[in-house]
């Protein structure tokens, strides 16, 4: 991998870390300050007036990446040397912007990963990452990876067991094709692969892969190395490269104190020990151990393999890539039937809301029917329970009428028989004011009736006199209406009026004693 694209891929980071809303574009203010700070660490002279010229203020508003890539290769890539900085220096530029914004540690101390080891598998996660952004690493990789850490701390899992962990990643990488950094960092702090391996180890088993991928160190360990102004010798920690032989202070590798480099006018040298302390090479006597050099030989016939497996590699990305473009056109079609398929349920769903409110509606239907059809039934009992009574009203009403007709022809009989009386008593009336005698015609002197009473003819003519009355009454008391004769009719307990007295008593009178 060329150095510009290495470059590419931790300031990639950056700017997408600069992009607080997610919008592609990052604020001239704040590239303003990314590109002086890429000056600084990648030892590239400044140009003030050059970076005022690009980014001035002005209308345009935000920059996108693809209007800071002129300006990031004119300005910086193309003045970049190799060896002219320190690498590590600039993917910790890099790893700060972005692990602020990104990665999230446990907040109670709990994590796997210090920050450290999490910056170095960063690094590690871009060195073998994809030239495509945004970055992912495809499942390969990542098993490659995890097994080159499990085996730094002489762990080995089994196929069935590292497939099954990949499987778990595997779904979140279907959508992208692969694990993005989180995700992969996820991994290892999830403790999932590492079998209650501790902290510190794993540390040493990240830095030792992170040392022989990304510093390229073949051998390293503790030598004593002489002076050069003072000739005395000193324990320093030495790191074998395929060009040169680093020393530092000590193992943690913070402060460089030198280079050997190693070229064809080296050679290797048995030194004898001296006072008990072993040789080593100086910077003014290129000589180091025989068997150094034998490990070099070995460490570069593993980095050949290592380039082969590269290639390999390339060759089964580009397979699957292809395989990938394919699955890409298949899920693009499953997503078309996806959609109509939701369509078709989205419609039968509203038909089936269609439907339930139509059931709704008729069984609301249903219940008012049923409650008219209740009231219905309670009315048409009332009015049952009406026409009963209605008929035993009528019923009875039919019964006095009958009873008031049997009284009505009662008294129309005594009516008749009463005028018929009357009538009869009329006529003796009549022959009793107009006798008829047989005798001789006479005129009629008061001689001739010395038996005549006025008293008792006055008492005759005023009996009469009633009796008239009293029949007439009779007459009109026998035609009021219908209504008037059955009133006192119907009145069954009433005890019936006492008998007339007889013509007879009327007009005859018991004698006075």
């Not at 920050?115 to 990452?129: G, T, V, Y």
Request: proline residues 5%; charged residues 30%.
């Amino acid at each position: 991998m060329s150095l510009r694209k290495e470059l590419l891929k931790s300031i990639w980071y950056a700017f997408t870390a600069l992009d607080v809303e997610k919008s592609g574009k990052v604020s001239k203010s704040q590239l303003k300050v990314l590109s002086h700070n890429l000056y600084t660490v990648l030892h590239i002279p400044h140009d003030p007036v050059a970076l005022e010229e690009h980014f001035r203020d002005d209308d345009d508003g935000p920059v996108s990446s693809q209007g800071y890539m002129p300006y990031l290769n004119k300005y910086i890539l193309d003045k970049v040397e190799e060896g002219a900085f320190v690498k590590e220096n600039f993917d910790e530029l890099c790893w700060t912007l972005t692990a602020k914004k990104n990665y999230r540690a446990d907040s109670n101390g709990n994590s796997v990963l210090s920050s450290q080891d999490a910056f170095r598998l960063w690094c590690l996660f871009n060195f073998l990452s994809e030239d495509k952004y945004p970055l992912i690493m495809v499942p390969d990789e990542v098993e490659y990876l995890v097994k080159k850490v499990l085996s730094s701390m002489s762990l080995e899992l089994g196929l069935g067991e590292l497939e099954e962990l990949l499987a778990q990643e595997a779904q979140a990488a279907q959508a992208t094709g692969g694990l993005s950094v989180w995700q992969f960092l996820e991994l290892f702090n999830s403790g999932r692969c590492l079998r209650g391996v501790g902290q510190d180890t794993l540390s040493m088993a990240i830095h030792e892969v992170y040392q022989e991928l990304i510093q390229d160190v073949l051998k390293q360990g503790y030598l004593w190395k002489r002076g050069q102004l003072r000739r005395n010798w000193t324990e320093r920690w030495f790191q074998l490269q395929p060009s040169c032989l680093c020393y530092f202070g000590s193992e943690e590798c913070k402060e460089k104190r030198g280079t050997i480099p190693l070229d064809a006018q080296c050679c290797v040298e048995v030194l004898p020990d001296r006072d008990g302390r072993p040789g080593s090479a100086s910077p003014t006597v290129p000589q180091a151990r025989a068997t150094m050099q034998a490990e070099m030989e070995l460490k570069k016939e593993e980095a050949a393999r290592q380039r082969q497996r590269i290639q390999e590699l390339e060759e089964m990305q580009g397979r699957l890539q292809e395989a990938l473009q394919l699955e890409v056109k298949a899920r693009r079609d499953e997503e078309a039937v996806r959609l109509a398929q939701a369509r078709l349920l989205e419609e039968e769903e509203e038909k089936l809301k269609q439907l339930m409110q139509l059931k709704e509606e008729q069984e609301r239907y249903i219940e008012r029917a049923q409650q008219e059809k209740q009231e219905l039934q309670q009315e048409m009992a009332l009015q049952s329970r009406s026409l009963q009574r209605a008929q035993l009203q009528l019923e009875e009403v039919r019964q006095n009428r009958q009873r008031a007709d049997e009284d009505v022809e009662a008294a129309q009989r005594k009516l008749r028989q009463a005028s018929t009386n009357v009538k009869h008593w009329n006529v003796q009336m009549n022959r009793l004011m107009h006798p008829i005698e047989p005798g001789d015609k006479r005129p009629v002197t008061s001689s001739s009736f010395s038996g005549f009473q006025p008293p008792v003819l006055a008492r005759r003519d005023s009996s009469l006199k009633r009796l008239t009355r009293w029949g007439s009454q009779r007459n009109r008391t026998s035609s009021p209406n219908r209504s008037e004769q059955q009133k006192p009719l119907n009145g069954g307990d009433k005890t019936p009026a006492p008998a007339s007295p007889s013509l007879e008593e009327k007009l005859d009178p018991a004698p006075e004693n």
